[in-house]
Nanobody, 124 residues
Framework: QVQLVESGGGLVQAGGSLKLSCVAS????????MGWYRQAPGEERMSVAR???????SYADSAKDRFTISRDNAKNIMYLEMNDLNPDDTAMYYC??????????????????WGQGTQVTVSA
């Protein structure tokens, strides 16, 4: 079982930036595809971005050109750098892990370990 701990959330004004971190432990980090998800109040949890151990990444349309996902395999850490934030980005942000040798890691149901979340609030 993988343990995931997010940090870096907070309150920021529109147009500002935040960098989220997710520390993983309990499993070989390089065997995992990692993802960021977010859930706004009253809405379903949605994918933001994911990154394979190789560094190959993909983004939701809402994150393209503003967010950058990255990982440091030596430190077992994943990041999400978020720029030009707007109030629609307000949500709880979760990191998640997927065992890439067994799953495609394209769907939320493929991710079997989740962090507790870090809140991002963007004021207008």
């Amino acid at each position: 079982q993988v343990q995931l701990v997010e940090s870096g959330g907070g309150l920021v004004q529109a147009g500002g930036s935040l960098k989220l971190s997710c520390v993983a432990s309990g499993s070989a980090f390089t065997s995992l595809t990692m993802g960021w998800y977010r859930q706004a109040p009253g809405e379903e949890r949605m994918s933001v971005a994911r990154i394979r151990a190789s560094g190959q990444s993909s983004y939701a349309d809402s994150a393209k050109d503003r967010f950058t996902i990255s990982r440091d395999n030596a430190k077992n850490i994943m990041y999400l750098e978020m720029n030009d934030l707007n109030p629609d980005d307000t949500a709880m942000y979760y990191c998640a892990s997927c065992r890439a040798q067994f799953k495609t890691c394209k769907f939320q149901s493929d991710y079997d370990s989740w962090g507790q979340g870090t809140q991002v609030t963007v004021s207008a």
